[in-house]
């Protein structure tokens, strides 16, 4: 019902900065709140980031604020990922998510996810 494509995901030195982008299409008979998580390789995947639709609320897991800064363009249904004094512990596939419930996107358990797009921070 709905898709997510991420794009903007590449290799940055650390210290650097990226700017993910995440765009929704398909039926829409509700408003989502859309997020991103991140997954290494071996690793647990942790939140990062979470916005909701209609009022612009944020909140980000530890590890990246101050950081690192959601938001979106709803008229273009896409969120952006600003990533800024990059780590090396940053890197990790990001995905997307979306999902009408706040609480089940911060935790994961979106219906809606992406595919995901590589950053890696190299030294």
């Known amino acids: 019902q709905v898709q997510l494509v991420e794009s903007g995901g590449g290799l940055v030195q650390a210290g650097g900065s990226l700017r993910l982008s995440c765009a929704a299409s398909g039926r829409t008979f509700s408003n989502y709140a859309m997020g991103w998580f991140r997954q290494a390789p071996g690793k647990e995947r942790e939140f990062v980031a979470a916005?909701?639709?209609?009022?612009?609320?944020?909140y980000y897991g530890d590890s990246v604020k101050g950081r690192f800064t959601i938001s979106r363009d709803n008229a273009k249904n896409t969120v952006y990922l600003q990533m800024n004094s990059l780590k090396l512990e940053d890197t990790a596939v990001y995905y997307c998510?979306?999902?009408?419930?706040?609480?089940?996107?911060?935790?994961?358990?979106?219906?809606?996810w992406g595919k995901g797009t590589q950053v890696t921070v190299s030294s």
């Open positions: 916005i909701t639709w209609s009022d612009g609320y944020t």
């Open positions: 998510l979306a999902d009408p419930r706040f609480g089940a996107l911060v935790r994961g358990t979106s219906a809606y």
